[in-house]
């Protein structure tokens, strides 16, 4: 291959071993911060439930004061069914007295439910809160180790990158810029493999002739779809590329007692 499509192709190498490193720091970044929301989202959910339980402890407070102004209407109905004189104010003071006693049986049950639902509010609270606490300690840790391990991509980045910059100094600058406008362009693949005379960047298929040339390797040649640096390099799981398979002499190696074993052999 020319030598300077061979420093191209260990370039492209490079480059996308760089691209790797910053998905992977990216990756591990993220998935500190998405942690972090679950864990600050379980505090907030516990704050949540510490507000709801207190709007229910106030609505207690209010129902109480029904049931309290329903028992202060009982006694003072008592107090006037001794004065009336009628027997209709007597049966409509009844009614009332017994409406009273209804709504007190009905407040009674409302602040049980109400007290209950307020307890199992703070109960979900406290079990979230002691989550919290939990995962707050093992994030602390799990920090530690997200900076351990971006320190050691940021070293080996380090690496490559300085084997980077040397080899772009080898490659003439003409060459460098078209390189680093194909990488720009194009997703971080400047330089291409070819396979089967189809471009492995954009997969249209380049002209027989120009694949032909590729497979020389001896000049620079550009995908004429999508201009990136072709390079050809064997395969040998394609068949175009397969070597000959040389058929092996069978009665040289061993005695054959049919077919099968030949084929076993070949594969
Ligand atoms: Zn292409």
């Known amino acids: 291959m020319n030598e300077e499509l ?41 704050e949540q439930c510490r507000e709801k339980a207190a709007e229910l402890e106030q609505s207690r407070h209010t129902i ?5 102004e329903a028992a202060d209407r ?5 107090i006037k069914m001794m004065q009336v004189q009628t027997s209709r104010e007597h049966q409509a003071l009844l009614k009332e007295i017994e409406d009273a006693k209804k709504q007190i049986r009905d407040t009674e049950e409302q602040m049980l439910h109400v007290m209950e639902q307020a307890e199992a509010e703070l109960n979900r609270a406290t079990e979230l809160e002691n989550l919290y606490k939990g995962e707050t300690k093992l994030l602390t840790e799990a920090a530690k180790k997200t900076e351990e391990a971006i320190r050691k991509i940021e070293a080996r980045r380090a690496e490559v990158l300085n084997s980077r910059s040397q080899l772009a100094k080898e490659i003439p600058d003409t060459q460098i810029k078209r390189y680093e406008k194909l990488l720009s362009k194009r997703k971080g693949l400047a330089v291409v493999k070819i396979l089967g005379g189809v471009c ?54 061993y005695e054959s007692d049919g077919e099968d074993d030949e084929d076993e052999l070949i594969e």
């Open 74 to 78: 009982i006694k003072e109905r008592q």
């Open 6 to 46: 061979s420093k191209l192709v260990a370039l492209q190498e490079l480059d996308t071993e760089l691209a790797g490193f910053d998905r992977e720091a990216e990756r591990i970044r993220q998935e500190l911060v998405d942690r972090e929301k679950a864990v600050k989202d379980r505090a907030i959910l516990a």
């Open 64 to 68: 109480k004061a029904a049931g309290e």
């Open 200 to 253: 492995q960047g954009c997969f249209m298929t380049v002209p027989p002739q120009q694949f032909n040339q590729v497979r020389k390797g001896n000049d620079i040649s550009a995908c004429p779809a999508c201009q990136r640096i072709l390079y050809y390099k064997p395969d040998p799981n394609h068949p175009e590329v397969m070597q000959p398979i040389l058929r092996p002499q069978l009665e040289d190696l």
